[in-house]
């Protein structure tokens, strides 16, 4: 991702085929949320690929049918490259017709796209409860990843009756797929060519202050200090009429404070991110400025924006519902046991100068895994940085991009290594995944449009740079095969 938390895990990545999640949570909730037209997909027609449970047992044979898609319009098959898009952490509903076309067309490829196990229709289980999500991991994803790449190549052999062609395979990814997308070149680098790691948040975090940290350094002074207001009144009203605050942010089904201070924060991270801060910030300074109640501005801006044109439901923060583990059409309990087993990304506000409220800590989110999933469940980070370097990932052709609105980008690889080149798209509303998606993302700019962009030259600029790379890494990689 890589909500901000949940949503953009994005921040950012659910069987023997037992129901259909028509949402997700985490950053890519967010991009299908915005893509429910038809034309904003290169395609909605879905495959199946029978995949292994556990990759990591020589015991357990049980497989389960996994979707995915593709889009040939391009592709030159005998010596064409395959894009491999990487699904993130929500159901999967087709290929977006976002710049990776675009870079389609140009190169001449084909373009696959996998969902992510237990997301959407690839599960393999009925049931969400705790003990069924144990094959829920980056490790068994990348492996998915691994078979499916080696399938497909098979499959297209197949169809063009010859039996040792390898196409250049390249790997893409936004957020948390970004991050599969780097760990997938690291792990299995004789099995693609190169990766695209856009915003990808590869570092695994407890205490992820920089997060809010960014939010007030791309929301700049006036803004910020309206935000440090906001938070300042809610967490004073909690106290004086805990209910009747609720009731004007539409999210009195949260009694949990905590539950409903993260999702008050988050609905602010939500302009950074995808690229509108005006959205939020001229509204807030210009109340400000004049006397008026902020609180009422921010309920509106809330309700309209981050409810209404996000879809973002308060059930996503509710932990009697992420409790529930009867199949149901979120994806929220399954990214949140992501994070809780794995990754982190706790999002907890700043000794001082913070934005969100301070009751939003480390505990908040350890007391909120063990109420949602049971004692026993607890995110090792330690761990999943040793298994994958974190930020100093020691991959090879792997290119590391993220805009700078985003705060997601203090998870991601900023600085530049060899082979590994890593580029910050600077401009006004550049967030999450702006090299794949343009600016804003509301609404989503077909093919990754830049124009939009208040920068678009720096966009352009970036990309250039990536399809150098791209190139560069195709031919050595014909080269070495021919």
Known sequence: MPKAMKLAWCLLVFFPLLWSLADGSGDSRILQRLTTASSNYLTTHQLWF??????????????????????????????????????????????????????????????????????????????????????????????????????YQDLQNTKLNISSVENPWFVFGVSYSGALSAWFRLKFPHLTCGSLASSAVVLAVYNFTQFDQQV?????????????????????RLMDDSKAVKVLFGAESLDIDGDFLLFLSDAAVMAFQYGNP???????????????????????????????????????????????????ESA????????CSEVAYFQVAPSNDSIRSSKVDTRYYLDL???????????????????????????S??????????????????????????????????????????CPQDPVPIEGNSRNCSSPDTVNKVRGKIIEDIDLWLSQCEAADM
């Open 50 to 151: 029978n995949q292994t449970l556990d990759h990591f047992s020589p015991y357990d044979h049980r497989q389960f049918p996994q979707r995915y898609y593709e889009f040939l319009d391009y592709f030159a098959p005998h010596d064409g490259p395959i894009f491999l898009r990487i699904c993130g952490e929500s159901a999967c509903d087709g290929i977006p017709n976002d710049y990776l076309r675009v870079l389609a067309k140009k190169f001449g490829a084909a373009v696959v796209s996998l969902e992510h196990r237990y997301y959407g229709k690839s599960s393999p289980f009925n049931s969400l409860k705790t003990e069924n999500l144990k094959y829920l991991s980056s490790k068994q994803a990348i492996s998915d990843l691994a078979a499916f790449r080696q399938y």
């Open 216 to 236: 007030g350094e791309s929301a700049g002074p006036q803004c910020k200090a309206a935000l440090q207001e906001v938070t300042r009144l809610v967490d004073q």
């Open 278 to 328: 005006d959205r939020l910030c001229s509204p807030l300074v210009e109340a400000k400025n004049n006397g008026k109640d902020l609180l009422d501005v921010y309920a509106t801006y809330v309700k309209e924006y981050f409810m209404g044109t996000f879809g973002v439901s308060t059930e996503s923060y509710n932990q009697h519902f992420l409790k529930k583990d009867a199949p149901t």
């Open 332 to 339: 929220d309990r399954l990214w949140w046991f992501q994070v």
């Open 369 to 395: 895994c063990k109420n949602v999933f049971g004692e026993g469940v607890y995110p090792d980070v330690d761990a999943t940085n040793l298994y994958y370097g974190g930020t100093s990932i020691e991959g």
């Open 397 to 438: 052709k792997i290119i590391f991009s993220n805009g700078s609105q985003d705060p997601w980008r203090h998870a991601s690889k900023q600085t530049s290594s060899p082979e590994m080149p890593s580029y910050l798209i600077t401009c006004h509303n550049c967030g999450h995944g702006v090299d794949l998606r343009g």
